[in-house]
């Protein structure tokens, strides 16, 4: 899964009502009310600006890259609660910021969406063209700069030099083992929908429900980038996937892997 999924989302409990931060979640929030206060959550993108309110409250910082950090790294999961009481402000933090002359966040970037400190484009983020936008990769202009990757990019994150041991593969995490054991290009290229519907979309679920076949063209994208001849028999296949899509993301890959031949083949005469 490394470089293929970003980490915060192999662990994301926002929806998962077995997972222990969900559980968390909940029983907080019910803590709160039972409290006599008055709650109001928003667990799948927040009540409120989550990154900076974390700044506010003093448990972390931002840092140039726009993830939030505490001691612990930037792979964390923020979630805030409104309640109808004022708190008193008790916690700060010693967190060092980053070095003014580092940019190694920035360099790492393949689209260079960062494009100066603390400034992301969002149009152009690894992680938003694989999810939210480039619906279309063929005509996507970035799209030979995503590398491996699927879903999300952990390309930024993991240039900060704190962040090298923050991520610890040590804490299991239900049904992750199910679906990302199976989550190779051509093993998704490959997959039946009713798989990609029933096991990956709730788990990667900023790609939604009917539009599984994302997943697919994504896949595509990677092979494409990544190219090996094994993948070949697997591109042709799914010229006739079901989806048209997929069909076409896949006729458009072979395009591209013959028209690449012919120019190296040039190139080399």
């Known amino acids: ?23 968390t979640s909940v029983a907080f929030e019910k803590y709160l009310a039972d409290c006599g206060l008055q709650v109001a959550t928003d667990r799948d993108f927040g ?20 993830f939030f950090y505490t001691e612990k790294g930037s792979y964390q ?11 008193q402000y008790i916690v700060e933090n010693q967190i060092r910021p980053c070095a003014e002359k580092c940019n190694l966040c920035m360099r790492s970037c393949p689209t260079e969406s960062l494009e100066a400190p603390y ?12 999810t939210w936008d480039g619906w279309d990769l063929r005509t996507e202009p970035l799209q030979n700069k995503f590398e491996k990757w699927i879903y999300g990019c952990d390309a930024c994150q993991d240039a900060w030099p704190h962040n090298r041991k923050a991520w610890k593969d040590t804490e299991e995490f239900p049904e992750l083992e199910a679906w990302s054991s199976h989550f190779t290009d051509t093993e998704i290229v490959l997959a039946e929908y009713s798989w990609l519907r029933s096991v990956v979309q709730p788990k990667l679920w900023y790609i939604p429900q009917g539009k599984e076949w994302r997943y697919k063209t994504n896949a595509l994208n990677a092979m ?46």
């Open 1 to 23: 899964m490394k470089g293929r999924v970003a980490k915060y989302y192999l662990t994301d409990g926002r929806r998962h009502t077995d997972s222990e931060g969900y559980k």
């Open 47 to 66: 009540i409120t600006a989550l990154r900076w309110a974390g700044m506010k409250a003093g448990i972390g910082i931002i840092r140039k890259n726009n």
């Open 77 to 87: 999961y923020l979630e805030a609660f409104l309640i109808d009481e004022p708190l």
């Open 119 to 130: 400034m992301m484009c969002r149009n152009t983020c690894v992680s938003c063209l694989t």
């Open 224 to 269: 494409l980038n990544n190219y090996d001849p094994k993948y070949l028999p697997v591109i042709k296949k799914v010229c006739q996937d079901e989806y048209c899509e997929v069909r076409d993301m896949a006729e458009w890959v072979l395009e591209e892997i013959e028209r690449k031949d012919i120019g190296e083949s040039e190139n080399g005469q």
